[in-house]
């Protein structure tokens, strides 16, 4: 089966600048995941859609961070505007339930200056 | 709160060598445990999980992980290392959503 797939890969801005990532999850996995990972950190998690709900982002920065998914497959997380602490991989996963494990995709690695 | 730790950032071994990756987890986590690799420029790939019975839990390339209840914890182990396995490795747990440690960076010397 197909894997996760997130575009970009890199993406470099300056601050204050807005960026925009695109997931596309495994078929037929109804949650999906964005996790932040900042350079020698484990990844956290900023937000959970079941569908095309959200079920937790009680720790998605809401004042500069938004994401959507719409018709509860595709996802698109945005920043704007980005700050330097920002930088990090952002990294989608999806999932039939915990219970089986996430599958993630490769990350968007993002640079701001 | 949940939690997940892990004691070590880096471990160096020699190939062939035995090797401990250690996790703790906090009880709020427990339900499902998990052990994910991470290559460079890579996202996360799942290298095993616990989800109950059997408190010894294998992969397909050599690693195993035993849920200690009473310690809390979920090692990870491998009796004999080899270069391919320099990685980072992530221990994680939750039931509806799973929370990661720290990391913990595999360097084999050859």
């Known amino acids: 089966e197909a894997g996760v797939a997130q575009s970009p890969r890199y993406k470099i801005i300056e601050k204050r600048q807005s960026v925009a990532f695109w997931c596309n999850p495994i078929?037929?996995?109804?949650?999906l995941y964005w996790y932040q990972q900042i350079l020698g950190q484990g990844p956290k998690l900023l937000i959970q859609?079941?569908?095309?709900?959200?079920?937790?982002d009680s720790q998605l920065p809401k004042d500069r961070f938004s994401a959507e998914r719409l018709k509860g497959v595709d996802s698109t997380l945005k920043i704007q505007p980005a700050k330097l602490e920002d930088s990090a991989v952002y990294l989608c996963?999806?999932?039939?339930?915990?219970?089986?494990?996430?599958?993630f995709g490769s990350g968007t690695r993002l640079t701001v200056v | 709160a949940q939690s997940v730790t892990q004691l070590d950032s880096q471990v160096p071994v020699f190939e062939e060598a035995p090797v401990e990756l250690r996790c703790n987890y906090s009880?709020?986590?427990?339900?499902?445990l998990f052990w994910y690799v991470q290559y460079p420029n890579q996202g996360l790939q799942l290298l095993l999980k616990?989800?109950?019975?059997?408190?010894l839990v294998e992969s397909i390339n050599g690693f195993e992980a035993e849920f200690n209840k009473s310690q809390t914890s979920f090692h990870l182990r491998k009796p004999s290392v080899h270069i391919s396995d320099t990685a980072e490795y992530f221990c994680?747990?939750?039931?509806?959503?799973?929370?990661f440690g720290q990391g913990t960076r595999l360097t084999i010397n050859p």
């Open positions: 996963a999806s999932s039939e339930g915990v219970y089986y494990g996430y599958t």
């Open positions: 078929s037929g996995h109804a949650t």
């Open positions: 859609f079941q569908n095309n709900g959200v079920v937790d």
């Open positions: 009880s709020s986590v427990s339900v499902y």
């Open positions: 616990y989800l109950s019975g059997s408190t």
């Open positions: 994680g747990g939750g039931a509806q959503k799973l929370v």
